[in-house]
């Protein structure tokens, strides 16, 4: 079992930047690839970016690829997700999620086993 709790969220103008945490609990955080996926209002839910237990491996969609960088520290149980030059159109929740094993999480989300609250992060024009 894995707790997941992000945070790190807010308001903030188009071009800045915001780093959101995802701590996690709960099981060997080193087992899982972690990732992070969005939902905005009226929308599914879509893949971010996910990275590899070792973190020598990373993946992201192309609508924040360039913009948007993931990491993790494996000493402290948590992955990161630097947003920089943001945009009106990554307004949404954004939820932490992890999956065992020592690939990436799928962009479908199918091989996600635990997911985080949500944090929301919302950019103004």
């Known amino acids: 079992q894995v707790q997941l709790v992000e945070s790190g969220g807010g308001l903030v103008q188009a071009g800045d930047s915001l780093r959101l945490s995802c701590a996690a609990s709960g099981s060997s955080f080193s087992d899982y690839a972690m990732g992070w996926f969005r939902q905005a209002p009226g929308k599914e839910r879509e893949f971010v970016a996910t990275i590899r237990w070792s973190g020598d491996r990373t993946l992201y969609a192309d609508s924040v690829k360039g913009r948007f960088t993931i990491s993790r520290d494996n000493n402290k149980n948590t992955v990161y997700l630097q947003m920089n030059s943001l945009k009106p159109e990554d307004t949404a929740v954004y939820y932490c999620?992890?999956?065992?094993?020592?690939?990436?999480?799928?962009?479908?989300?199918?091989?996600?086993?635990?997911w985080g609250q949500g944090t929301q992060v919302t950019v103004s024009s």
């Open positions: 999620a992890a999956g065992l094993g020592w690939g990436l999480l799928g962009p479908r989300g199918k091989t996600v086993d635990y």
